[in-house]
């Protein structure tokens, strides 16, 4: 391939058979990331994918691009340690919700507060699927399981809102079979430093439709898909979202006729911070579930801000072995041994 | 303990001890600035020539309540005219700035030794403190040993009055006085510690100028008539050294820049991840200076982030290097099970400690070599060396990137507390006379229809290394087992076999490229053989050395390689009628020994978090003869 050659989603496929469940959202996800990486314009040697284990974690062998399928949970400072050995490459995180927010929530909060430069493309299907069904950090209170046959009863954790709080700089949700996906993908790739996807992604065997009620065709009125600079409709424009200034707090209002201005629908505002917060702890039911990219506001890497220390604390130095295993307090020893 | 730097002759080695050496103890409130004053007189000392060891030995808590014995803090150190190897077994001179200090320490000196004791600090509160219920400067309990008290604390500030500093500030500079008064007992010269305190506080120099004023007051009173006479000033002759410059460097000082020196040997940059932890910190301290050599330092959010990151950055290229102490190395044993799946190259340095768990944080131990060798989960074999001396460090450094580069593989080198901390005057090593090992990045783009194969091996079996972001070579490494022809997920019973043997045949095969095992002190064969590792290697050599002045047949051999063995060292143990094998933990060493060469090696264990002393190894060897 030369630097002429114009990839397409084949170029970014593996031989490797597949080896999800038929019907896994894993596969919808795969095939968005392929289509997506020739519009990306990068080149599938400058291309890493890390993951750590779990179903999604299997990614990285189906992409013909670097790949380096980790241990669980830890694969944000795999990324961390490639990033800052190279900058130049492009490095994906694929991640799952027990290995992201369970084993690994330590790294997920560092490697976004640190603001790496990297994709971070969480796999949300609130089970442990490749143990076989047990619930996960992110199921939802009351769901049975092989390991809560009674049903569970811890609230589950918000991936977003994690995010947020972590002090992510681009948050963003989509959908495993939606075709807005690339969009989302596009929009993480273009930005710069760590840019958090959670991906609602449909277990058929162990947890099959859970987010339909926002994904299923019939319920699309139930996604608000966020533009930024557009107003945050949903219901085919029917309802919006706009700010209850006394409660501080988002409501769901009824739009007649076009006429979002008049009844306060809040137009959308990436940069906004605490309007992401309050769109990403939307309870679903009363309101939609928001989609799209919810906050970016772009921050100093942590790679550059390294690689710009280390050579600022070089300057003016000269690396010599000799002296620096001669440096500190020395002295010189000029008689000969003595015989004793 | 500088062994390579001094000429051992037959005469000496037949001596019973070093001709003149001294063994002084500062001990004092952890506030008091012992490691400090010991530091600065190990500069003084090796400014004068004198070979020496030194034991930091200090609380693991940060600032213990004032004037208890467990915030005792203090420095030994061994000096003298001729090899030094150990910091000591029992002080001549303790110094004790408080009743705790004198408690804690006053049994180890030896009878006849000198107490040196600062009377300001033996009011009725602090000798309540220290479980005293009457004063042992006056009631005569310390009559074995030669006593010499005055009040340190009334005079050192009455030496830093002109300098208008507050009662307490003024009695921060009693250890400087304590300095000043021991660096006259051993005729030495005050002008480098007086330079270094102007370097020190050079932001302060009115505090520079008082502790100065302290040190010169100390120096002058041993000077004066006022304890003329029951102070004898002692001269000790510089040592035989190989003409050349010398340093003093601490074990982690030698692994830091050991390191370094690997990572420019193999070409390669280097990237440390570590996470703080007792004692291994310091070498993530001293890297981080080191950015101009090309090192770049991370301090992750935890020890499995460390060695993650490592392991990252060797895939991208890089020499990755993680550091921790025993309990950190336990977290990170599932990544370097990674490490050995996915065969990258991977520095493991491990200052070992006191344990099990968080066990003895600041105190010395080698019960970690269980977890080196046998350590992580399925077959997983990984190289291992350990290092015997702060000295010997700087070595072993380059020699795990040799080994990790050379052979695509994690390697752990053990050392521990007593070695990260102690400090022994070292050679500075001609750089030039060290080979280069220069790693290669695989980047032939296989024939038009043959996939890349990240497995292909040497005939060392080591495999290929490919950097991401060479063009034609993307592929996939992971922790599941590989096809040993394709490099791609294989779970088949029989590959599974094959990449096992392969794992651990190139382990095994490091054995080809290391020297074999020497005899380090006496005959290749005899009555009896002590098999030592790490820093027990002081201790045994005298020892040895003493018993075989005595014409008892018995040898030294020191293991630098612990996995794989030197191939020549089964032959070598059973040449002799017996083996002993002396180890800070419960026989780990051992059992290792037993396993591979089915020998009768015997124990000779000790697990206080003090290291071992000479008179013990000799009463073991003795035992061992009989």
């Known amino acids: 391939m030369n630097e002429m050659t114009k990839l397409t989603a084949k170029d970014f496929a593996t031989d490797q058979e597949v080896r999800w469940c038929p019907g896994c959202g894993d596969y919808a996800v795969l095939k968005a990331v392929q289509r997506t990486m020739p519009e990306l314009g990068v080149r599938p040697e400058n291309v890493v994918f890390v993951s750590g284990i779990g179903c999604s974690s299997r990614f990285p062998y189906y ?4 790949g380096f399928h980790t241990i669980h949970g830890r694969a944000p400072t795999f990324a961390t340690g490639i990033k800052l050995a190279n900058p ?9 919700d027990g290995d992201a927010l369970s084993i690994g929530g330590n790294h997920t909060m560092h490697v976004l507060r640190r603001n790496l430069d990297c994709q971070i493309l969480l796999f949300n299907n609130e089970i442990y699927g490749l143990t076989k069904g047990q619930y996960s950090p992110t199921s939802r209170a009351g769901t049975r399981s092989p390991s809560t046959p009674f049903g569970s009863v811890d609230r589950p954790v918000s991936p977003c809102a994690f995010a947020l709080g972590s002090g992510a700089r681009f948050v963003a949700r989509g959908i495993d079979v939606h075709k807005n996906l ?7 790739h273009g930005h710069r430093g760590a840019s958090f996807i959670e991906i609602y992604q449909n277990c058929v065997v162990y947890n099959d439709d859970v987010f339909a009620p926002f994904t299923a065709r019939e319920n699309s009125g139930n996604q608000l898909w966020l533009k930024p600079g557009e107003p945050m409709l949903f219901a085919g424009g029917a309802r919006g979202i706009a700010l209850d200034r006394d409660a501080l707090a988002l409501r769901v209002v009824d739009v007649e006729g076009g006429d979002w201005q008049s009844a306060g629908v809040l137009v959308h505002d990436p940069k906004n911070r605490s309007i992401a917060h309050m769109l990403v702890e939307m309870p679903f039911g009363t309101f939609p579930t928001a989609l799209g990219v919810i906050y970016e506001d772009p921050a100093p890497t942590f790679e550059s801000a390294v690689i710009e220390q280390n050579a600022k604390a070089a300057v003016g130095k000269t690396p010599n072995l000799q002296a620096l295993v001669g440096k500190g307090q020395s002295w010189e020893v000029t008689k000969e041994p003595h015989v004793i | 303990m500088a062994t390579a730097t001094h000429f051992v002759t037959p005469e000496e080695a037949a001596s019973d001890a070093p001709l003149e050496a001294v063994v002084v103890r500062f001990a004092g409130d952890s506030g008091d600035g012992m490691q400090l004053t010991g530091g600065q007189f190990t500069l003084s000392t090796a ?17 213990a309540p004032q004037g208890t014995t467990f915030g005792v803090s203090a420095f030994q150190i061994n000096f003298g005219s001729s090899a030094i190897e150990t910091a000591g077994d029992a002080p001549d001179v303790l110094v004790a700035m408080n009743p705790a200090a004198l408690r804690v320490n006053v049994d180890a000196l030896k009878p006849g030794g000198l107490i040196i004791a600062d009377v300001g600090e033996f009011g009725p509160r602090n000798l309540a403190k220290a479980g005293y219920d009457s004063n042992p400067l006056e009631d005569g309990s310390l009559a074995k040993w030669q006593l010499i008290s005055f009040n340190i604390s009334q005079l050192t500030m009455d030496a830093v009055k002109p300098f208008g500093l507050g009662n307490k500030e003024a009695l921060r500079s009693k250890n400087m006085w304590t300095l000043g008064l021991a660096l006259w007992m051993f005729d030495r010269d005050k002008a480098p510690i007086e330079e270094w305190l102007k370097t020190k506080f050079a932001k302060a120099p009115e505090l520079a100028e008082a502790n100065i004023a302290a040190l010169r007051a100390g120096h002058a009173y041993g000077e004066t008539a006022e304890i003329g006479g029951q102070i004898p000033q002692r001269h000790i002759d ?3 050294a190989e003409p050349g410059l010398y340093r003093t460097v601490t074990g982690a000082e030698a692994i830091s820049i050991g390191l370094v020196a690997g990572a420019q040997l193999a070409g390669l940059k280097m990237f440390f991840g570590g996470y703080p932890i007792t004692p291994a910190s310091a070498i993530l301290h001293h890297l981080s200076r080191l950015k101009e050599y090309n090192v770049t330092t991370f301090q992750a959010e935890d020890e499995i982030a460390a060695i993650g990151s490592a392991i990252g950055a060797s895939f991208a290229g890089s020499l990755g290097v993680t550091s921790s102490s025993g309990p950190g190395i336990a977290l990170k044993q599932e990544a370097m099970g990674l490490a050995i799946i996915t065969e990258l190259p991977l520095v493991i340095i491990n200052s070992q400690r006191g ?7 600041t105190k010395t131990e080698q019960s970690d070599l269980y977890q080196a060798v046998y350590g992580r989960n399925g077959d997983a074999p990984m190289p291992v060396i350990a290092a015997r001396s702060p000295a010997d460090a700087f070595d072993c450094a380059i020699e795990a990137c040799r080994i990790a580069t050379q052979y695509m593989t994690p390697v752990m080198l053990l050392t521990d507390g007593y070695i990260a901390n102690a400090a022994e005057p070292w050679k500075v090593p001609d750089m030039s006379g060290y080979a280069p090992f220069p790693a290669r990045f695989h980047d032939e783009v296989p024939a038009e229809g043959e996939g890349v194969n990240p497995y292909a091996r040497d005939e060392k079996l080591k495999r290929v290394w490919i950097k991401p972001g060479t063009p034609g070579l993307t592929h996939r490494i992971g922790g599941i087992e590989k096809n040993v022809g394709t490099g791609h997920i294989d779970y088949a019973p029989a590959n599974h076999q094959k990449m096992t043997d392969i794992r651990a045949d190139k382990v095994l095969g490091i054995r080809d490229g290391i020297p074999e095992q020497e005899v380090t002190l006496g005959a290749e064969g005899g009555r009896l053989a002590v098999v030592g590792w790490g820093s027990t290697f002081g201790p045994i050599h005298q020892a040895v050395r003493r018993a075989r002045g005595r014409g008892e047949d018995v040898s030294h051999i020191h293991i630098r390689h612990i996995w794989p063995l030197p191939r020549n060292l089964g032959d070598l143990l059973r040449a002799y009628d017996r083996v002993i094998v002396p180890e800070m933990n419960t026989g780990q060493l051992k059992t290792v020994l037993r396993d591979q060469y089915l020998v009768d090696a015997r124990p000779v264990t000790k697990v206080s978090g003090q290291p071992f002393k000479i008179a013990e190894i000799e009463a073991a060897i003795e035992e061992a003869l009989q």
Do not use: C, H
Not at chain 1, 63 to 66: A, D
Not at chain 2, 50 to 55: K, P
Not at chain 2, 355 to 361: E, N, V, Y
């Open chain 1, 182 to 188: 690339p969009d989302v993908l596009k929009a993480a």
């Open chain 2, 47 to 63: 400014l004068a020539g004198n070979d020496f060891a030194t034991f930091p030995d200090f609380p693991a808590e940060i600032r």
């Open chain 2, 238 to 240: 510089p040592a035989p």
């Open chain 2, 355 to 361: 344990g099990p768990s968080t066990g003895l944080p």
């Open chain 1, 88 to 96: 130049e490459l492009d490095v994906w995180i694929i991640t799952g």
């Open chain 1, 63 to 66: 992409m013909e691009t670097y």
